[in-house]
């Protein structure tokens, strides 16, 4: 009896469980260019229209995730790179935008209003908007926060995967795997490392 509840048990999870989406390939065309996308400015944005003449970042992020926003002195976190980043891309004409795709949350910790808060707090110079039903993340198969997809000028997937080897300790990174894709993109020179592993959080889907 006890082994036919634990089968019943783990069948019921299987079907609770949200079903996710392949992640997108490289060279893939950028999915939902023209949805509407609210910001925490109360504007809707999309992402054709927050492209860059040289393509457009995406990153998959959220509010209280320790791989985001660190976790005392245990890991910094990548949030503190974010302006950095943004500094980058404008440089090299990428627009950027962070996506809270965090549906099941969308009550408490990754509202709107927490969200404007927390850009408010961290100072972000970037866009960051709702992703409502997790409907951009489930197209483009992002699993994690953070979870990077970088596009080129034809929104075609270039990079897709990790900011850079080391979350704990920005002083300690070897690998800046989305800052060399950028540079080499905006060049028009072949990504050298165009996948690497998006470690983080998982995004918070709501089970259907």
Known sequence: MKSLFLSLAA???LVA???LAQEQAIGEKAPMITAPLMGIDGKANTLLNLKGGNG???IFSCNTC???????????GWEGRYNGLAELAE???IGMVLVNSNEAKREGDDSLPAMK???MEAGYT???VVDEGSKLANACGARTTPHVYLYNSNLELAYRGAIDDNVNRAEEVKERYLDMAMRRMAEGKKIKTTETKAVGCSIKRVQR
């Open 126 to 128: 970037m866009p960051y």
């Open 91 to 93: 440089s090299l004409n």
């Open 11 to 13: 069948m019921a999870m």
């Open 117 to 119: 808060n927390h850009a």
């Open 56 to 58: 457009l970042l995406v």
């Open 66 to 76: 320790p791989f985001v926003v660190g976790n005392a002195h245990k890991t910094e």
């Open 17 to 19: 469980a949200p079903v």
